[in-house]
């Protein structure tokens, strides 16, 4: 069974700043990754996705992230922030096939990014 | 293209209230799948759909009932609201269930008094 762990459900940084949201997954398959995020008041939209290849990801909006196997993780990162990255972010594991296929989504973690 | 689209945007009911969620998608996409969102509770999957024709349970289907119409179409219904069932509710669709990004709609905001 897969599970995800996002450490942290506030995270705040000031404009400008790095940006780092921490996702470790368990799965007894090879991954799927996914980030999602969320601005108020509307649904998920995928930021980006790690399936198979090169294990660093980028996505929208300067959004990467890095799938670690080791350390069972894959952290969104951002070298600046912008106001307009203020949002809740989801990350999400699926396995490669079969009944286990569903998304299983972490709790979530909301950005607050300070002027 | 509209994506995954959802009726109504909000509702309030009184506790034993029945309605029907209803969603949209089209993508051709094969999978389409209902959750709630509650504060601090991420995403919780309450049924799927794997293709049409097909419907299974997800973690939390108790007082829910789903209805796969057609390959476009997805109705979540509650027979019988209660208040626990407050909540924000998303359909999403997908290519297939295994391995593959879900595309959301934009929510139903659910008030159960």
């Known amino acids: 069974a897969q599970s995800v762990t996002q450490l942290g459900s506030h995270v705040s940084v000031s404009e400008g700043a790095l940006v780092l949201l921490r996702c470790n997954y368990s799965?007894?398959?090879?991954?799927?990754l996914f980030w999602y995020v969320q601005y108020p008041n509307q649904g998920l939209q995928l930021l980006l996705k790690?399936?198979?290849?090169?294990?660093l990801v980028k996505g929208i909006n300067g959004f990467e992230a890095e799938f670690k196997k080791s350390e069972t993780s894959f952290h969104l990162t951002k070298p600046s922030a912008h106001m307009s990255d203020a949002a809740e972010y989801f990350c999400?594991?699926?396995?490669?096939?079969?009944?286990?296929?569903?998304?299983?989504f972490g709790k979530g973690t909301k950005l607050s990014v300070k002027p | 293209n509209a994506g995954v689209t959802q009726t109504p945007k909000f509702q309030v009911l009184k506790t034993g209230q029945s309605m029907t969620l209803q969603c949209a998608q089209d993508?051709?996409?094969?999978?389409m799948y209902w959750y709630r969102q509650d504060p601090g509770m991420g995403l919780r999957l309450i049924y799927y759909?794997?293709?049409?024709?097909?419907?299974d349970k997800g973690e939390v289907p108790n007082g829910y009932n789903v209805s796969r119409l057609n390959k476009r179409e997805f109705s979540l219904r509650l027979e019988s609201a209660a208040p626990s069932q407050t909540s924000v509710y998303f359909c999403?669709?997908?290519?297939?269930?295994?391995?593959?990004?879900?595309?959301f709609g934009p929510g139903t905001r659910l008030t159960v008094l």
């Open positions: 999400a594991v699926s396995a490669t096939g079969g009944s286990q296929g569903n998304l299983i």
């Open positions: 999403a669709s997908s290519e297939r269930v295994a391995g593959n990004e879900q595309f």
């Open positions: 790690y399936t198979t290849g090169a294990t």
């Open positions: 993508m051709n996409h094969n999978s």
């Open positions: 799965s007894s398959v090879p991954p799927y």
């Open positions: 759909s794997a293709s049409e024709g097909t419907t």
